[in-house]
């Protein structure tokens, strides 16, 4: 493609991504379905195609993608359920990638093992993205989130390492030995984790430039990348890197950063994800005319043979894999979930306290969030040319993308509804107003310190009234905690009160906002200043919650 074409092509796509944004906010049909469907009828317009660059989705997309998703995900909620992540992230990858590998070479002719291996290697990881943003809408409960986020963000790794392995195997640069593999796995694992955590202490030692929002951002901005590339740079895993310094430094920014920088660096990495993750999805679909054309010298019986034992392998492993961790004796499996809830477990240490595994609907949710996406075909076309039937892996990679990501994609929140899986909104409510009182008693309780001290009659004033000030706040979250320790259902109940409230209040802004723009229009005020006051309101108005959520 020429530039023009290229920028065409941009911002063609950036006007679809943003089109199929609105449709789903109407239907509710999942945006990764939609982009998808989207790209696949680009691909069979007359003209150029876009065809995916390897290097360009691991070098430039793959890292800013899992760096905001570390950064959105909880480190200790990770950690709380990391046997189960480094199950399905690391066992479940190997298993998956080598059952494919020994399918494929006991049924299709010409495909050796190391070939297979390297196509279920390709196919093994599932890009949670679709899965996410489905159960976030349709209120999955946090514990399942926190394992599919886990999951997501691990298994790139496990995969790309068995693959590079894989296909030296397949070209016949190097013989496949166990302790040779494990080993060439456990440095570069090991050696991502440890670039990963070098790059976040570097940026914590950053924190006196990031009290500016746009050093804080730039800083932001590069991090993923310096990660990645520091990693790749000494042949170590450059996305466990990214994963690494991306979890700490989301666990570290509310301690580290400044309010102006969080909430710029936080608005940045909304729209980036927002487009890329768009991007993603179209280029998925516009690769379908291309997996197409490198059909034709294999008969129809082999593609079929071949699509069907994957997909068998890929849809099937899953399930069976969660059923067998709950079955397995405690010693030896890795339960799925956090500890026990019961009261009167609460008093033994917690090394004694017994595991809590998943039920079974949450088993059927969590191998129905088993999408594929574009690092699957990314993986399969950055394959030596050199290896035998590589266009037959190839489709079937791109079968297993469309067959999860569509068949799965759209089923995946009928079926949550379906199965009763709800977070409890009155818990993560009541949760949060606990915390906003807490917070407020420790504001309070800091007025007394300073109050201890010397000061003068104006510091005296001041503190007054934002005594007051915090015991309004204060008196109101004890009132929303009254009203919910009245509720018995999952379900926030409706509060006639706190609407009014909100209505009132956001009233009360937009006719500031009028009031200042009226000035503007008749000279009174510049743009400068009206700016400025308009930031103002703006944030006022952030921090107000959605209408009809008392979860606020």
């Known amino acids: 493609m020429s530039h023009e074409e290229t920028l065409l092509f941009g911002l063609g796509a950036i006007a679809i991504i943003v089109l199929v944004h609105w449709i789903t906010g109407k239907t509710g049909l999942p945006a990764a379905v939609l982009l998808t469907v989207a790209g696949i009828i680009y691909a069979f317009l007359p003209g150029q195609n876009f065809e995916i660059e390897p290097d360009v989705i691991f070098t430039f997309l793959l890292p800013p993608l899992l760096y905001n998703a570390a950064l959105d995900s909880s480190l200790i909620d990770i950690r ?281 609907r949450e088993s059927v949710a969590l191998s129905w969030a088993g999408t594929r996406g574009v690092i699957t075909l990314a993986a399969v076309y950055s394959l030596n040319t050199n290896i035998p039937n590589r266009g037959l892996l190839a489709f079937c990679a791109f079968a297993v993308v469309l067959v999860t990501l569509i068949g799965q994609g759209l089923t995946f929140a009928p079926l949550v509804k379906w199965l009763g899986l709800r977070a409890n909104q009155t818990d993560k409510a009541r949760l949060r107003n606990e915390a906003r009182s807490a917070a407020v008693r420790a504001a309070l309780n800091r007025l007394d310190d300073i109050q201890g001290e010397q000061h003068d009659n104006v510091e005296d004033e001041a503190m007054e009234t934002m005594r007051k000030q915090l015991q309004i706040r204060l008196d109101r979250y004890r009132h929303r905690l009254d009203l919910l320790e009245q509720v018995d259902t999952p379900e926030l109940p409706p509060s006639p009160q706190y609407e009014a409230a909100l209505m009132v209040r956001q009233a009360v802004i937009d006719a500031e906002r009028e009031e200042l723009l009226r000035w503007r229009d008749a000279g009174r005020l510049d743009d400068e200043n009206l700016r400025v006051l308009n930031r103002e309101l703006d944030h006022e108005e952030l921090v107000l919650p959605k209408r009809g959520k008392l979860s606020h």
Do not use: C
């Open 80 to 360: 709380r359920n990391l046997r189960t992540v480094i199950s399905l992230s690391v066992a479940l990858v190997i298993v998956t990638a080598f059952l494919v590998g020994l399918g494929l070479s006991l049924v299709v002719g010409g495909v050796t093992l190391a070939a297979g291996i390297a196509l279920g290697a390709a196919v093994a990881p599932p890009d949670p993205v679709a899965a996410l943003a489905v159960g976030r809408k349709a209120g999955l409960p946090p514990r399942l989130i926190t394992l599919i986020q886990g999951e997501g963000l691990l298994n790139d790794a496990t995969a790309l390492t068995i693959l590079l392995v894989a296909q030296q195997v397949a070209v016949g640069k190097e013989e496949f030995t166990f302790s040779n593999t494990a080993g060439k796995f456990l440095v570069m694992a090991a050696g991502g984790v440890v670039v990963g955590v070098a790059v976040a202490y570097l940026v914590r030692f950053l924190r006196v430039l990031r009290a500016d929002p746009l050093t804080a951002n730039a800083i932001s901005l590069i991090t993923p990348m310096a990660a990645f590339l520091a990693a790749e740079h000494f042949h170590l895993s450059g996305v466990l890197a990214v994963v690494v310094a991306g979890l700490i430094i989301g666990h570290d920014t509310p301690r580290y950063a400044t309010g102006a920088s969080r909430l710029q660096t936080a608005a940045v990495w909304r729209l980036i994800d927002f487009l890329l993750e768009g991007a993603v999805f179209l280029l998925i679909g516009v690769q379908m005319r291309k997996v197409l054309d490198e059909l034709h010298e294999y008969k129809t019986s082999t593609i079929v043979i071949a699509v069907s034992v994957t997909l068998a392998v890929v849809l099937l492993l899953r399930p069976i894999w969660l059923l067998l961790t709950q079955l397995l004796p405690r010693s030896l499996h890795t339960r799925l979930g956090g500890e026990d809830e019961d009261d009167e477990l609460e008093d033994l240490p917690k090394a004694k306290r017994r595991e809590k595994s998943l039920g079974g």
